[in-house]
Protein backbone atom coordinates (compact mmCIF):
# COMPACT_ATOMS: atom_id res chain seq x y z
CA UNK A 1 0.00 0.00 0.00
CA UNK A 2 1.40 3.56 -1.08
CA UNK A 3 2.08 6.24 1.25
CA UNK A 4 0.39 8.64 -1.26
CA UNK A 5 -3.84 8.79 -0.66
CA UNK A 6 -6.18 9.92 -3.74
CA UNK A 7 -9.29 10.60 -4.11
CA UNK A 8 -12.05 10.39 -6.62
CA UNK A 9 -14.74 13.09 -7.68
CA UNK A 10 -17.30 12.63 -10.20
CA UNK A 11 -19.31 15.27 -11.77
CA UNK A 12 -22.77 14.67 -13.41
CA UNK A 13 -23.20 17.12 -16.07
CA UNK A 14 -25.72 18.01 -18.72
CA UNK A 15 -24.36 16.40 -21.78
CA UNK A 16 -21.63 13.94 -19.78
CA UNK A 17 -20.40 13.03 -16.58
CA UNK A 18 -16.16 13.72 -15.61
CA UNK A 19 -14.03 12.06 -12.73
CA UNK A 20 -10.76 13.01 -11.66
CA UNK A 21 -8.18 11.27 -9.30
CA UNK A 22 -6.26 13.79 -6.82
CA UNK A 23 -3.74 13.72 -4.72
CA UNK A 24 -5.33 14.29 -1.67
CA UNK A 25 -2.45 16.01 0.01
CA UNK A 26 -2.15 19.13 -2.16
CA UNK A 27 -4.83 18.43 -4.80
CA UNK A 28 -2.58 17.72 -7.75
CA UNK A 29 -5.14 16.03 -10.85
CA UNK A 30 -3.70 12.80 -11.65
CA UNK A 31 -6.20 11.26 -14.23
CA UNK A 32 -9.44 12.52 -15.99
CA UNK A 33 -12.04 10.53 -17.53
CA UNK A 34 -15.34 12.01 -19.29
CA UNK A 35 -17.91 9.65 -20.67
CA UNK A 36 -20.66 11.43 -22.80
CA UNK A 37 -24.32 10.37 -22.22
CA UNK A 38 -25.39 8.07 -24.79
CA UNK A 39 -28.69 9.84 -24.72
CA UNK A 40 -27.76 13.08 -23.99
CA UNK A 41 -30.23 15.84 -23.34
CA UNK A 42 -33.94 14.37 -23.85
CA UNK A 43 -35.99 16.91 -25.69
CA UNK A 44 -37.25 15.93 -28.65
CA UNK A 45 -38.35 12.26 -28.29
CA UNK A 46 -38.34 10.17 -26.29
CA UNK A 47 -35.38 7.32 -26.48
CA UNK A 48 -36.32 4.15 -28.93
CA UNK A 49 -39.57 5.51 -29.67
CA UNK A 50 -42.10 7.78 -31.80
CA UNK A 51 -42.90 9.84 -28.52
CA UNK A 52 -42.15 13.12 -29.58
CA UNK A 53 -41.83 15.35 -26.74
CA UNK A 54 -43.41 18.81 -26.19
CA UNK A 55 -41.69 22.07 -25.70
CA UNK A 56 -39.83 22.93 -23.28
CA UNK A 57 -39.02 19.42 -21.58
CA UNK A 58 -35.31 18.47 -20.97
CA UNK A 59 -35.07 14.83 -19.51
CA UNK A 60 -32.15 12.48 -19.18
CA UNK A 61 -31.87 8.66 -18.95
CA UNK A 62 -30.54 7.97 -15.51
CA UNK A 63 -28.81 4.37 -17.08
CA UNK A 64 -26.07 6.99 -18.67
CA UNK A 65 -25.59 8.09 -14.84
CA UNK A 66 -24.08 4.36 -13.94
CA UNK A 67 -22.58 4.21 -17.10
CA UNK A 68 -20.69 7.27 -16.03
CA UNK A 69 -19.70 5.28 -12.86
CA UNK A 70 -18.93 2.65 -14.75
CA UNK A 71 -16.71 3.63 -17.39
CA UNK A 72 -14.81 6.52 -15.92
CA UNK A 73 -13.71 5.27 -12.49
CA UNK A 74 -11.69 2.03 -14.06
CA UNK A 75 -10.47 4.59 -16.81
CA UNK A 76 -8.59 6.70 -13.66
CA UNK A 77 -7.25 3.25 -12.05
CA UNK A 78 -5.74 1.88 -15.68
CA UNK A 79 -4.47 5.94 -16.43
CA UNK A 80 -2.65 6.25 -13.06
CA UNK A 81 -1.83 2.77 -12.24
CA UNK A 82 -3.08 3.58 -8.93
CA UNK A 83 -4.50 1.06 -6.74
CA UNK A 84 -7.94 0.97 -5.13
CA UNK A 85 -6.51 0.56 -1.86
CA UNK A 86 -5.13 3.76 -2.17
CA UNK A 87 -8.70 5.43 -2.71
CA UNK A 88 -9.83 6.60 0.40
CA UNK A 89 -12.83 8.76 -0.75
CA UNK A 90 -15.41 9.71 -3.24
CA UNK A 91 -17.05 13.05 -3.89
CA UNK A 92 -20.21 13.70 -6.06
CA UNK A 93 -21.70 16.81 -7.94
CA UNK A 94 -24.20 16.97 -9.81
CA UNK A 95 -26.79 19.63 -12.09
CA UNK A 96 -29.73 21.38 -10.20
CA UNK A 97 -32.52 20.24 -10.09
CA UNK A 98 -32.45 17.15 -11.87
CA UNK A 99 -35.29 14.95 -10.35
CA UNK A 100 -36.82 11.64 -11.31
CA UNK A 101 -39.74 9.70 -9.68
CA UNK A 102 -38.24 6.20 -8.45
CA UNK A 103 -39.92 3.33 -6.79
CA UNK A 104 -39.31 1.78 -3.30
CA UNK A 105 -36.02 0.07 -4.57
CA UNK A 106 -34.87 3.03 -6.50
CA UNK A 107 -35.35 2.72 -9.30
CA UNK A 108 -36.32 5.09 -11.62
CA UNK A 109 -40.29 4.76 -13.07
CA UNK A 110 -38.67 5.30 -16.75
CA UNK A 111 -36.41 1.93 -16.29
CA UNK A 112 -39.52 -0.03 -15.56
CA UNK A 113 -41.26 -1.23 -18.97
CA UNK A 114 -45.06 -0.29 -17.77
CA UNK A 115 -43.61 3.39 -17.29
CA UNK A 116 -41.29 3.67 -19.29
CA UNK A 117 -43.37 5.07 -22.60
CA UNK A 118 -44.74 8.24 -20.20
CA UNK A 119 -42.15 11.09 -20.15
CA UNK A 120 -42.82 12.40 -16.71
CA UNK A 121 -41.47 8.69 -15.19
CA UNK A 122 -38.09 10.03 -16.88
CA UNK A 123 -35.45 12.53 -15.12
CA UNK A 124 -36.40 16.05 -15.70
CA UNK A 125 -32.87 18.03 -15.66
CA UNK A 126 -32.38 21.72 -14.69
CA UNK A 127 -33.45 23.17 -17.97
CA UNK A 128 -36.31 21.16 -17.76
CA UNK A 129 -38.92 24.45 -18.19
CA UNK A 130 -42.18 22.98 -18.88
CA UNK A 131 -43.38 23.43 -15.36
CA UNK A 132 -43.90 27.13 -15.74
CA UNK A 133 -47.56 27.22 -14.87
CA UNK A 134 -47.09 24.79 -11.87
CA UNK A 135 -44.35 27.91 -10.02
CA UNK A 136 -46.73 30.64 -11.18
CA UNK A 137 -49.25 28.66 -9.02
CA UNK A 138 -46.16 27.87 -6.66
CA UNK A 139 -45.93 31.69 -6.17
CA UNK A 140 -49.72 32.81 -6.43
CA UNK A 141 -50.34 30.44 -3.68
CA UNK A 142 -47.30 31.45 -1.63
CA UNK A 143 -48.01 35.62 -1.86
CA UNK A 144 -51.46 34.77 -0.83
CA UNK A 145 -50.10 33.35 2.57
CA UNK A 146 -47.35 35.71 2.52
CA UNK A 147 -44.86 32.62 2.88
CA UNK A 148 -41.67 33.94 4.16
CA UNK A 149 -39.13 31.83 2.48
CA UNK A 150 -40.18 33.68 -0.95
CA UNK A 151 -37.87 36.32 -0.19
CA UNK A 152 -34.82 33.65 0.00
CA UNK A 153 -35.67 33.04 -3.51
CA UNK A 154 -35.61 37.06 -4.49
CA UNK A 155 -39.30 36.83 -4.72
CA UNK A 156 -40.01 34.03 -7.03
CA UNK A 157 -39.90 30.22 -6.99
CA UNK A 158 -38.64 28.55 -10.49
CA UNK A 159 -40.19 26.01 -13.06
CA UNK A 160 -36.54 24.80 -13.38
CA UNK A 161 -36.94 23.64 -9.27
CA UNK A 162 -38.44 20.90 -7.23
CA UNK A 163 -41.91 21.43 -6.21
CA UNK A 164 -42.67 22.91 -9.90
CA UNK A 165 -41.40 19.51 -12.27
CA UNK A 166 -43.52 17.27 -9.01
CA UNK A 167 -46.44 19.23 -9.39
CA UNK A 168 -46.50 18.80 -12.93
CA UNK A 169 -45.79 15.47 -12.57
CA UNK A 170 -49.15 14.88 -10.47
CA UNK A 171 -50.90 17.54 -12.60
CA UNK A 172 -49.98 15.08 -16.25
CA UNK A 173 -49.37 12.22 -14.69
CA UNK A 174 -51.21 11.24 -11.88
CA UNK A 175 -50.24 7.09 -11.88
CA UNK A 176 -46.63 8.03 -12.33
CA UNK A 177 -46.90 10.15 -9.12
CA UNK A 178 -49.15 7.48 -7.29
CA UNK A 179 -46.93 5.15 -8.80
CA UNK A 180 -43.56 7.25 -7.65
CA UNK A 181 -42.42 5.85 -4.17
CA UNK A 182 -39.65 8.75 -3.86
CA UNK A 183 -38.65 11.84 -5.57
CA UNK A 184 -35.31 12.48 -5.22
CA UNK A 185 -32.74 14.44 -6.79
CA UNK A 186 -30.07 13.08 -9.41
CA UNK A 187 -27.20 13.75 -6.79
CA UNK A 188 -29.24 12.03 -3.92
CA UNK A 189 -30.00 9.41 -5.78
CA UNK A 190 -26.84 8.82 -7.27
CA UNK A 191 -25.49 8.55 -3.63
CA UNK A 192 -28.47 5.44 -3.10
CA UNK A 193 -26.81 3.74 -5.61
CA UNK A 194 -23.41 4.02 -4.48
CA UNK A 195 -23.85 3.03 -0.80
CA UNK A 196 -27.89 1.73 -0.69
CA UNK A 197 -28.78 4.17 1.41
CA UNK A 198 -31.05 7.15 0.82
CA UNK A 199 -28.81 10.69 2.32
CA UNK A 200 -30.52 13.94 0.85
CA UNK A 201 -28.03 16.83 0.69
CA UNK A 202 -28.81 20.65 2.43
CA UNK A 203 -27.76 22.02 -1.02
CA UNK A 204 -30.78 20.61 -3.44
CA UNK A 205 -33.25 21.00 -0.52
CA UNK A 206 -32.27 24.28 0.09
CA UNK A 207 -31.55 25.76 -3.14
CA UNK A 208 -34.71 23.56 -4.81
CA UNK A 209 -36.88 22.72 -2.87
CA UNK A 210 -37.72 25.32 -0.42
CA UNK A 211 -35.91 23.46 2.92
CA UNK A 212 -34.42 26.05 5.58
CA UNK A 213 -31.72 25.08 8.15
CA UNK A 214 -33.74 26.21 11.02
CA UNK A 215 -37.24 25.48 10.01
CA UNK A 216 -37.25 22.58 7.55
CA UNK A 217 -39.47 22.46 4.79
CA UNK A 218 -42.60 24.50 3.73
CA UNK A 219 -45.68 23.25 6.39
CA UNK A 220 -48.02 20.50 5.10
CA UNK A 221 -50.65 23.37 4.93
CA UNK A 222 -49.08 25.03 2.34
CA UNK A 223 -48.96 21.93 0.13
CA UNK A 224 -52.48 21.45 0.90
CA UNK A 225 -53.19 24.86 -0.48
CA UNK A 226 -51.79 24.20 -3.54
CA UNK A 227 -52.99 20.49 -4.14
CA UNK A 228 -54.81 18.21 -1.46
CA UNK A 229 -53.10 15.45 -2.74
CA UNK A 230 -49.98 17.55 -2.25
CA UNK A 231 -50.00 17.88 1.56
CA UNK A 232 -48.14 15.35 2.83
CA UNK A 233 -45.12 15.03 0.12
CA UNK A 234 -42.29 15.64 2.08
CA UNK A 235 -43.11 13.08 4.30
CA UNK A 236 -44.33 10.13 1.63
CA UNK A 237 -42.22 10.41 -0.88
CA UNK A 238 -39.40 12.86 -0.06
CA UNK A 239 -37.60 13.01 3.88
CA UNK A 240 -37.36 15.17 6.68
CA UNK A 241 -33.39 13.83 7.31
CA UNK A 242 -31.03 16.46 5.61
CA UNK A 243 -27.63 15.78 5.55
CA UNK A 244 -24.71 18.52 5.88
CA UNK A 245 -22.79 18.99 3.04
CA UNK A 246 -19.10 17.29 2.76
CA UNK A 247 -19.81 14.59 5.54
CA UNK A 248 -19.91 11.05 5.01
CA UNK A 249 -22.78 9.29 3.21
CA UNK A 250 -21.78 5.55 3.67
CA UNK A 251 -19.41 3.01 2.46
CA UNK A 252 -19.60 1.78 -0.99
CA UNK A 253 -21.70 -1.04 -1.60
CA UNK A 254 -19.97 -4.74 -2.83
CA UNK A 255 -21.94 -4.51 -5.73
CA UNK A 256 -21.17 -0.87 -6.44
CA UNK A 257 -17.53 -1.84 -5.70
CA UNK A 258 -17.25 -4.45 -8.25
CA UNK A 259 -18.68 -2.52 -10.71
CA UNK A 260 -16.12 0.27 -10.43
CA UNK A 261 -12.90 -1.58 -9.49
CA UNK A 262 -13.11 -0.05 -6.16
CA UNK A 263 -13.07 -1.77 -2.63
CA UNK A 264 -16.30 -1.98 -1.30
CA UNK A 265 -16.47 0.55 1.70
CA UNK A 266 -14.72 3.02 0.37
CA UNK A 267 -16.34 6.14 1.97
CA UNK A 268 -19.00 8.37 -0.19
CA UNK A 269 -19.63 11.93 0.76
CA UNK A 270 -23.25 13.66 0.24
CA UNK A 271 -23.67 15.02 -2.80
CA UNK A 272 -23.72 18.37 -4.06
CA UNK A 273 -24.89 20.70 -6.77
CA UNK A 274 -22.04 21.63 -9.07
CA UNK A 275 -21.93 24.93 -9.21
CA UNK A 276 -21.43 25.37 -4.96
CA UNK A 277 -19.35 22.57 -4.62
CA UNK A 278 -16.65 24.39 -6.83
CA UNK A 279 -16.33 27.43 -3.55
CA UNK A 280 -14.46 25.60 -1.45
CA UNK A 281 -12.40 24.19 -4.33
CA UNK A 282 -11.56 27.80 -5.76
CA UNK A 283 -10.50 28.27 -2.14
CA UNK A 284 -12.97 30.97 -1.30
CA UNK A 285 -13.68 30.71 2.21
CA UNK A 286 -14.77 33.90 2.85
CA UNK A 287 -17.23 36.72 2.41
CA UNK A 288 -16.68 39.44 -0.38
CA UNK A 289 -16.04 37.01 -3.22
CA UNK A 290 -18.25 35.57 -6.19
CA UNK A 291 -17.42 32.43 -8.05
CA UNK A 292 -18.63 32.42 -11.57
CA UNK A 293 -19.51 28.50 -12.54
CA UNK A 294 -19.42 28.74 -16.66
CA UNK A 295 -21.09 25.92 -18.85
CA UNK A 296 -24.28 25.29 -20.46
CA UNK A 297 -25.71 27.73 -17.85
CA UNK A 298 -23.75 30.10 -15.64
CA UNK A 299 -24.25 30.34 -11.70
CA UNK A 300 -23.08 33.05 -9.63
CA UNK A 301 -22.76 32.10 -6.23
CA UNK A 302 -21.27 33.65 -3.28
CA UNK A 303 -21.49 33.95 1.00
CA UNK A 304 -21.70 36.01 3.58
CA UNK A 305 -22.45 35.44 7.50
CA UNK A 306 -25.61 37.73 7.15
CA UNK A 307 -29.00 37.26 5.65
CA UNK A 308 -29.18 39.93 2.94
CA UNK A 309 -32.40 39.71 0.98
CA UNK A 310 -32.00 40.40 -2.86
CA UNK A 311 -34.12 41.21 -4.94
CA UNK A 312 -34.13 38.27 -8.18
CA UNK A 313 -31.69 36.31 -6.56
CA UNK A 314 -31.58 32.60 -6.87
CA UNK A 315 -31.74 31.24 -3.55
CA UNK A 316 -30.09 32.19 -0.02
CA UNK A 317 -29.91 28.92 2.13
CA UNK A 318 -28.16 28.81 5.57
CA UNK A 319 -24.94 26.29 5.26
CA UNK A 320 -25.87 25.66 1.54
CA UNK A 321 -22.53 26.46 0.59
CA UNK A 322 -19.93 26.77 3.61
CA UNK A 323 -20.07 25.37 7.31
CA UNK A 324 -21.39 28.94 9.25
CA UNK A 325 -22.39 30.81 5.93
CA UNK A 326 -25.55 31.94 4.01
CA UNK A 327 -25.11 31.13 0.55
CA UNK A 328 -25.98 33.51 -2.24
CA UNK A 329 -26.88 31.94 -5.59
CA UNK A 330 -28.07 33.70 -9.08
CA UNK A 331 -27.37 32.74 -12.95
CA UNK A 332 -27.97 32.90 -16.12
CA UNK A 333 -29.72 29.96 -17.60
CA UNK A 334 -28.31 30.19 -21.38
CA UNK A 335 -24.91 30.47 -21.97
CA UNK A 336 -22.43 27.66 -23.40
CA UNK A 337 -26.04 26.42 -24.66
CA UNK A 338 -26.63 30.12 -26.53
CA UNK A 339 -23.07 29.54 -28.38
CA UNK A 340 -23.43 25.78 -28.87
CA UNK A 341 -26.93 26.97 -30.67
CA UNK A 342 -25.20 29.57 -32.72
CA UNK A 343 -22.29 27.33 -34.55
CA UNK A 344 -24.76 24.35 -34.92
CA UNK A 345 -27.59 26.99 -36.40
CA UNK A 346 -25.94 30.02 -38.06
CA UNK A 347 -22.71 29.87 -39.15
CA UNK A 348 -21.28 29.13 -42.74
CA UNK A 349 -19.66 26.13 -44.17
CA UNK A 350 -16.47 28.28 -45.05
CA UNK A 351 -16.14 29.16 -41.11
CA UNK A 352 -15.75 25.23 -40.66
CA UNK A 353 -13.37 24.82 -43.56
CA UNK A 354 -11.14 27.66 -42.17
CA UNK A 355 -11.27 26.36 -38.48
CA UNK A 356 -10.44 23.07 -39.80
CA UNK A 357 -7.54 24.51 -42.02
CA UNK A 358 -5.74 26.13 -39.23
CA UNK A 359 -7.05 23.34 -36.62
CA UNK A 360 -8.41 25.23 -34.34
CA UNK A 361 -12.35 24.55 -33.02
CA UNK A 362 -14.86 26.76 -34.54
CA UNK A 363 -15.35 28.69 -31.49
CA UNK A 364 -11.75 29.59 -31.08
CA UNK A 365 -11.55 30.98 -34.75
CA UNK A 366 -14.75 32.95 -34.03
CA UNK A 367 -13.67 34.42 -30.85
CA UNK A 368 -10.50 35.50 -32.47
CA UNK A 369 -12.27 37.14 -35.71
CA UNK A 370 -14.42 38.83 -32.78
CA UNK A 371 -11.66 39.90 -30.65
CA UNK A 372 -10.76 42.43 -33.19
CA UNK A 373 -13.89 44.18 -32.50
CA UNK A 374 -14.49 47.10 -30.54
CA UNK A 375 -17.68 46.97 -27.85
CA UNK A 376 -20.47 47.90 -30.02
CA UNK A 377 -19.20 48.28 -32.87
CA UNK A 378 -21.02 46.17 -34.94
CA UNK A 379 -23.95 47.86 -33.57
CA UNK A 380 -25.95 44.73 -32.69
CA UNK A 381 -27.65 44.36 -29.26
CA UNK A 382 -28.49 40.80 -27.89
CA UNK A 383 -30.49 39.65 -24.65
CA UNK A 384 -29.09 36.23 -23.42
CA UNK A 385 -32.71 34.98 -23.02
CA UNK A 386 -32.63 32.07 -25.39
CA UNK A 387 -33.35 29.45 -22.29
CA UNK A 388 -35.06 32.36 -20.11
CA UNK A 389 -34.17 34.37 -17.65
CA UNK A 390 -32.85 32.95 -13.92
CA UNK A 391 -32.00 36.01 -12.75
CA UNK A 392 -33.08 38.85 -11.51
CA UNK A 393 -36.45 38.08 -13.75
CA UNK A 394 -36.75 34.46 -12.81
CA UNK A 395 -38.97 33.76 -15.60
CA UNK A 396 -38.72 30.85 -18.14
CA UNK A 397 -40.82 32.11 -20.65
CA UNK A 398 -38.70 34.96 -22.05
CA UNK A 399 -37.14 34.68 -24.79
CA UNK A 400 -33.57 35.95 -26.38
CA UNK A 401 -33.30 39.01 -28.75
CA UNK A 402 -30.81 39.80 -31.16
CA UNK A 403 -31.34 43.33 -33.04
CA UNK A 404 -29.50 45.53 -35.99
CA UNK A 405 -28.60 42.66 -38.31
CA UNK A 406 -28.17 43.90 -41.73
CA UNK A 407 -27.17 42.26 -45.24
CA UNK A 408 -23.47 42.97 -43.73
CA UNK A 409 -23.79 41.15 -40.46
CA UNK A 410 -21.05 38.40 -40.31
CA UNK A 411 -20.97 35.77 -37.70
CA UNK A 412 -18.03 37.18 -35.62
CA UNK A 413 -20.15 40.46 -35.30
CA UNK A 414 -22.95 37.80 -33.66
CA UNK A 415 -20.90 36.08 -31.78
CA UNK A 416 -19.44 38.87 -30.52
CA UNK A 417 -22.77 40.19 -29.55
CA UNK A 418 -23.34 37.46 -27.85
CA UNK A 419 -20.49 37.66 -25.99
CA UNK A 420 -21.43 41.16 -24.99
CA UNK A 421 -25.21 40.22 -23.99
CA UNK A 422 -23.81 37.22 -21.52
CA UNK A 423 -21.33 39.93 -20.05
CA UNK A 424 -24.34 42.36 -19.79
CA UNK A 425 -26.50 39.27 -18.20
CA UNK A 426 -24.15 39.24 -15.37
CA UNK A 427 -23.25 42.89 -14.91
CA UNK A 428 -27.18 42.83 -14.16
CA UNK A 429 -26.75 40.20 -11.36
CA UNK A 430 -24.12 41.82 -9.94
CA UNK A 431 -25.28 45.23 -9.56
CA UNK A 432 -29.18 44.45 -8.70
Same mark, same amino acid.
Given at each position: ???????????????????????????????????????????????????????????????????????????????????????????????????????????????????????????????????????????????????????????????????????????????????????????????????????????????????????????????????????????????????????????????? !?? *?? /? $? %?? =????????? @?????????????????????????????????????????????????????????????????????????????????????????????????????????????????????????? !?? *?? /? $? %?? =????????? @????????????????????
Amino acid at each position: MSQTKYSIGVDFGTESGRAVLVKVDNGEEVASSVYEYKDGVIDEFLPDTGIRLEPDWALQNPADYIQTLEKTIPALLKKSGVNARDIIGIGIDFTSCTMMPTDKRGTPLCLIDKYRNNPHSWVKIWKHHAAQPEADKINEVARKRSEKFLARYGGKYSSEWFFSKSLQILNEAPSIYQAADRLIEGADWIVLQLIGEERRNSCTAGYKALWDFDEGFPSPDFFRALDPRLENIVKEKMSQDIYPLGKRAGGLTAEM !AR *LV /G $L %LA =GTPVAIGNV @DAHVSVPAATIVSPGKMLMVMGTSICHVMVDRELHIVPGVCGIVKEGILPGYYGYEAGQSGVGDIFAWFVENCVPEKYWKEAASKRVDIHHLLEEKASTLRPGESGLLALDWWNGNRSVLVD !AD *LS /G $L %LL =GCTLETRPE @DVYRTLIEATAFGTYKIINT
